[in-house]
């Protein structure tokens, strides 16, 4: 069976401090994987999409990049983190087909101060 | 543009039954879906409808289609206080790999 892992599940981290947070997949091959962010308990925002190892599309302009290394794993950094980076990281995986179904990792509370 | 519109909060009594409703504007959506997200956790899979049906059932859920309106909805039967949770209305358009989300809606249930 498939599962989605997320490193780490929480991080506080001071503002212009850099970011790492990882996702991987497991159970699948050549998966599309995204980055959304969740502020304040509310509505997804998509942030990177990929639908391969190196192809990396962006929803929206910010401090943020996403990089894919490997077929499975899904990397959001930033060089220096802002104030309103502060939220709740969502990766998700979904197979390559029509549905698009996603399934949902188990998220990462970023808090920058 | 795609759009999709979700009331914000609902408040149940224990043993009621739930309705948490969807709409939508694209009419080339081909999956809709219903996701529930615990706090602090991930978005969990419920349940999806293909856009030729009308309705599907699975134990306590009952998802209903309605196409004409674009509206779409999401029963519990008997809730329960760990149904308590964000849910969200999700529709794709087949092969665009970017589900649309609504911002979901929290379902409280009450004693």
């Known amino acids: 069976s498939q599962t989605i892992h997320q490193w780490p599940a929480t991080l506080v981290q001071p503002v212009g401090s850099p970011l790492s947070l990882e996702c991987t997949v497991e159970?699948?091959?050549?998966?599309?994987l995204y980055w959304y962010r969740q502020a304040a308990g509310r509505g997804l925002q998509l942030l990177f999409y990929?639908?391969?190892?190196?192809?990396i599309s962006s929803e929206v302009p910010q401090n943020l990049s996403a990089s894919r290394p490997q077929d499975r794993q899904f990397i959001l950094s930033s060089k220096k983190l802002l104030l309103s980076d502060s939220g709740f990281y969502l990766c998700?995986?979904?197979?390559?087909?029509?549905?698009?179904?996603?399934?949902f990792g188990p998220g990462t509370r970023l808090t920058v101060l | 543009g795609e759009d999709v519109e979700q009331s914000l909060f609902l408040s149940v009594r224990e043993g009621d039954s739930s309705v948490i409703n969807c709409t939508y504007t694209?009419?080339?959506?081909?999956?809709l879906y219903w996701y529930k997200q615990e706090p602090g956790a991930g978005l969990q899979l419920l349940t999806y409808?293909?856009?030729?049906?009308d309705m599907k059932q699975d134990q306590r859920l009952t998802v209903l289609l309605n196409k004409k309106d674009k509206h779409l909805s999401l029963r519990i039967a008997d809730t329960q206080t760990g149904d308590s949770a964000i849910y969200f209305c999700?529709?794709?358009?087949?092969?665009?790999?970017?589900?649309?989300f609504g911002r979901g809606t929290s379902l409280i249930v009450h004693p």
């Open positions: 990929s639908v391969g190892i190196g192809q």
């Open positions: 694209d009419s080339s959506s081909t999956y």
């Open positions: 409808i293909f856009s030729n049906m």
């Open positions: 159970g699948t091959s050549n998966p599309n």
């Open positions: 998700a995986w979904s197979v390559r087909n029509e549905r698009d179904t996603q399934y």
């Open positions: 999700a529709e794709s358009i087949g092969g665009s790999y970017i589900p649309t």
